[in-house]
């Protein structure tokens, strides 16, 4: 049997790609567990073949510079349009994306005009014969899904944080560049506003984290006196806390929020859904309080604690108060 | 302007109870006895589609979801928050559909339809996967942006400028020519309450119901072969005793790691 292909797309922005980027590599080494695999990075974007250069020579895959000269990153469809001729060619088995807000503009698109299967927020793969098992968390990270392609190629969107690349960067392997041209697109990206994250929320030591499971906006108020009892604290919120309006969006951590890596995260009353640990998972330590014995976040935390944060913040606030005394009495 | 919402009807994630060992085939996974409503970005696309309408005048807004008998009940919903019509495609249900089924079935409904804009949920609660929009997006030929919260209309329809949230908290502002599919992110604007009057008369109104059937055999293309519980990616060490114990202990935890 020849060797199955693997096409990763890389996006460019000035020669700079996501950090998470090269993980992909580990994906498709993993797939080359059980069959013999062809791996080709497709990096796209504005200096791509710095990108290019920096991909190949660190995994030692070849790859192929898609070169789009402009100020602002090119749209999904931009990028769409002009990867396809260069897939059509190479008829990849496997196409991988990183999952980011940019790829799910155009990865579907991708599946529909190879006739692949479209698996998105790949976080897991099981190897066997018969052909890979994608993996992807639902019903709120209760579950985990392995979804098959059906006897057809598949692109995958893989969130980043989940494999990880280990291989040392003294590679040689084939790299060209390409000038496509560049079709006419109905999307125009107008310009990236900078984040009003605060630095505060990204900067803390102790990040106290509020979820839907604190119930009420009242709670907060429990929620700032526990963190107040920590050196370089913040109180941030999962998504659907700023939705509501309990916080402002510049206090939410999570995929489209802010990235934290704090000393400490203790997630109160968050559920634990992939989209808020994409924010958080490069936390030290991770206690989580929740009174769902099943919350996913549980699988995510250093410690657990089930129970009613109404009546267990108060006494946790007391524990650490006195706690303090004790100490300071010493 | 013609607009066209698609939304899904999903079990209540906060009532459902969740077996430890799910059962072995995908087939065998029920919601017995949860309770089923829209699902919460579909409820942001309504309001996304009714403010269009509201800075732009003249449009008609279908809602369409794909679902067993039951599900009428969201477009029902959708009609009291002010959609105009209600489109039911009827289909067997099953947990865990293949994302080009549904796309393939709605994509054969508004091929002919003249919509200039469909707008769908930026996912699924349940699923959690955003494919069906931009599986619509890539049968239709249509371009496709994902994860917005707030848009406007420019050059009388011809144009939304759009605006989203991307990695680390930055905002992007995009324009796109219609006719496209968005994909609404929750934010900004709070899904209005259907009014009671509203309501009485979306349960008197006559929905469009297709037996999917009747529209086209969509390809699966995939499937879900299995569900598991979530590997564990940190130790996870539940604290066990009565709730004084638990701050106690966690307390002491804090104190010896320096954290406070």
Not at chain 2, 53 to 69: F, N, P, Y
């Amino acid at each position: 049997m020849s060797a199955r292909k693997v096409a990763i797309i890389a996006e460019v922005e000035q020669g700079k790609t996501h950090p998470a980027i090269v993980d992909l590599a580990a994906l498709a080494a993993r797939l080359a567990e059980n069959e013999s695999v062809e791996v080709c990075w497709l990096a796209v974007g504005s200096n791509a073949a710095d990108a290019g250069d920096a991909l190949s020579g660190s995994t030692g895959y070849s790859a192929i510079a898609l070169e789009i000269p402009c100020e602002v990153p090119p749209t999904g469809e931009l990028l769409s349009e002009v990867l396809q001729p260069f897939l059509g060619d190479m008829q990849p088995d496997v196409i991988a994306l990183l999952h980011t807000s940019r790829s799910q503009d155009y990865a579907a698109t991708l599946a529909v005009r190879f006739d692949a299967a479209y698996v998105s927020g790949v976080q897991g793969l099981v190897v066997q014969d018969g052909g890979p098992i994608f993996q992807r968390a639902v019903l709120g990270g209760k579950y985990m899904a392995g979804v098959k392609a059906d006897d057809r190629p598949v692109v995958l969107t893989v969130l980043p944080g989940y494999f990880k690349f280990e291989g040392n960067g003294s590679h040689s392997a084939e790299m060209e560049t390409q000038q496509p041209s560049l079709p006419v697109t109905r999307t125009r990206l107008i310009e990236i506003k900078e984040s009003a994250t605060e630095a505060a929320l990204t900067q803390a030591s102790t990040v106290v984290a509020a979820g839907r499971g604190i119930g009420s906006e009242d709670n907060l108020d429990l929620l700032s006196r526990l963190a107040a009892l920590f050196p370089k604290s913040a109180v941030a919120g999962s998504r659907i806390v700023c939705d509501a309006g309990w916080l402002p969006y510049h206090r939410q951590v999570g995929v489209t929020g802010a990235t934290v890596a704090p000393e400490l995260y203790l997630a109160c009353g968050i559920s634990g859904a992939f989209q808020h640990l994409a924010g958080m998972s490069g936390s030290r330590f991770v206690v989580a309080i929740n009174i769902d014995p099943h919350a996913a976040i549980f699988n995510a935390a250093d410690v657990g604690v089930v129970e009613d944060l109404n009546t267990f913040l108060p006494l946790l606030i007391e524990a650490i108060e006195k706690n303090g005394l004790d100490t300071d009495e010493r | 302007m013609r607009i066209l919402v698609c939304i899904k009807r999903i079990p209540d994630l906060e009532t459902m109870t969740f077996p430890d060992i799910p059962p072995k085939s995908p087939a065998n996974f029920t919601c017995e006895g949860t309770p089923w409503r829209m699902n919460r970005y579909d409820e942001y696309a309504v309001e996304a589609a009714l403010r269009l309408r509201e800075t732009h005048g003249a449009s008609r807004i279908d809602a369409l979801t794909v679902g067993d008998q039951d599900a009428g009940d969201v477009l029902r919903r959708a009609i009291g928050m002010g959609v105009d019509h209600g489109v039911h495609i009827q289909k067997t249900r099953e947990m865990f559909p293949s994302p080009f089924t549904i796309g393939e079935l709605i994509t054969a409904y508004a091929r002919e339809k003249a919509y200039d804009v469909i707008l769908c949920g930026v996912m699924s609660e349940d699923l959690m996967q955003g494919g069906v929009g931009p599986i619509i997006a890539g049968l239709l030929k249509w371009p496709c942006l994902t994860a917005i919260h707030t848009m406007n209309d420019k050059e009388e329809g011809r144009v939304l400028r759009c605006e989203r949230e991307v990695e680390g908290g930055r905002q992007e502002v995009l324009e796109v020519r219609l006719p496209a599919l968005l994909t609404i992110q929750s934010g900004i604007h709070t899904p209005r309450y259907p009014a009671l009057s509203k309501l009485l008369r979306a349960n008197q109104y006559p929905l469009e119901v297709l037996p999917s059937a009747s529209l086209s055999t969509p390809t699966d293309r995939q499937r879900v072969c299995a569900i598991t519980p979530p590997e564990k990616v940190r130790a996870g060490v539940m604290m066990e005793g009565t709730a004084e114990s638990k701050a106690h202990q966690l307390s002491k935890l804090f104190h010896a790691k320096g954290l406070c």
